[in-house]
């Protein structure tokens, strides 16, 4: 038996040796390659990324683009040695111009942010195309972004909708939200609203905010006579995209709890979204916390916290026909107060002016009915 064991464990063995070297063999990489990939990853050797950079270099040095490119994000990103972009984004530009579409997705993506170069949309468009003409979904998603806005390129939905399908088709969430907005607008395709919802509903599902928000949209809406209009749906989809972090989507649900016209008023809840935006930095939601302040719905009645609130929200860009207003109204209830309440008035001011100091309104609340709607039977 012992014998039996001891050959078992050679044949695994040498299973295990030839698989890695038909491995190497078939893999499009370089061994070196391979090698600081290992040590990148902790694969058969322990996790080094110092390991990681030096085997990366002597691939580099060959002209090896998924190495310049590997290296140049260890060096931009500083894992395992110090940071330093401009070296880390010349490799990565070195990748790039040798055909590595990660490296071009890369370069695209810089190019849009301005990250140690230029910003410049033209040029942006030009590596994405590069990748997304290799396959490269995220690319080509991009891609087809730059075509439905008219940005770095002429705008043209068709080629949108051309590249969104090729990026959907592998998977991409994104994509899969664009592709529904263009069939949802009847873009560069023919419209198909239930076939938009779908879609939307396929990549909501999976994660994307701007998907849930467009379908808040579209069932509070109504589009077509496959999606009626339904507002528990759109509550649904709004909130779960405020809870992402979608700060349209936090003013919205603010404004139908607030408004009556749709949902019942629910002053706490309208309050702790519009709060959840301006905390984005949504001017009008902090107009509107103002005025709830200073008018006690949602929160205990307080004039000298409204005109404070009020007082930071008129130094955000406002729409001249809320800002003009606003500018009277702050003047007038300011004129009634002491010197004493103006002096709390500018220390309001300066604590909301701060993230967390705005946060404290939460607090404020007169209730914490922050209470999710039902789940759409739909």
Known sequence: ?????????????????????????????????????????????????????????????????????????????????????????????????????????????????????????????TWFRKAAEQGHAKSQRQLASLYYKGSGIEADPRQAFNWASKAAAQGDNEALTLLGTLYLFGSGVSADPRLAVKLLTQAATAGDSQASELLGVAYFNGVGAGTPKDLPAALHWYTRAAEQGRVNAQFVLGHLYSSGADVPVNYPLANHWLLQAALQGHAV??????????????????????????????????????AGPMRVELEQEEKTLSP???????????????????????????????????????
């Not at 060959?62 to 060096?75: H, M, R, S, Y």
């Not at 009020?310 to 729409?319: G, S």
């Not at 309104?361 to 739909?378: C, F, I, N, R, Y």
């Open 1 to 125: 038996m012992r014998r039996f064991s001891i050959a078992l464990l050679l044949s695994i063995l040498a299973f295990i040796v030839v698989s890695f070297f038909i491995t190497l063999w078939r893999s499009p990489y370089s061994v070196t390659t391979l090698i600081a990939s290992a040590y990148e990853e902790g694969l058969v050797v322990g996790r080094n990324p110092g390991k990681a950079a030096e085997w990366y270099l002597k691939g580099a040095a060959k002209g090896d683009p998924v190495a310049q490119f590997k290296l140049g994000l260890i060096e931009y990103y500083g894992r395992g040695v110090d940071v330093d972009r401009p070296k880390g984004l010349r490799l990565i530009s070195e990748s790039a111009e040798h055909g590595n579409a990660d490296a071009q997705y890369f370069m695209g993506v810089s190019s849009i942010a301005g990250l140690e170069i230029p910003r410049d949309f033209a040029q942006a468009a």
């Open 340 to 378: 004493e309440q103006l002096t709390e008035v500018l220390a309001m001011e300066k604590l909301y002016s701060s993230p967390a100091g705005l946060r404290e309104l939460q607090s404020d609340l007169t209730s914490q009915q922050v209470a999710k709607p039902a789940e759409p039977t739909g």
């Open 285 to 322: 939601s902090l107009v509107t916390l103002a005025v709830h302040l200073d008018n006690g719905k949602g929160f205990e009645k307080n004039k000298r916290k409204a005109c404070g609130l009020l007082r930071v929200a008129l130094k955000q860009t406002l729409p001249e026909n809320i």
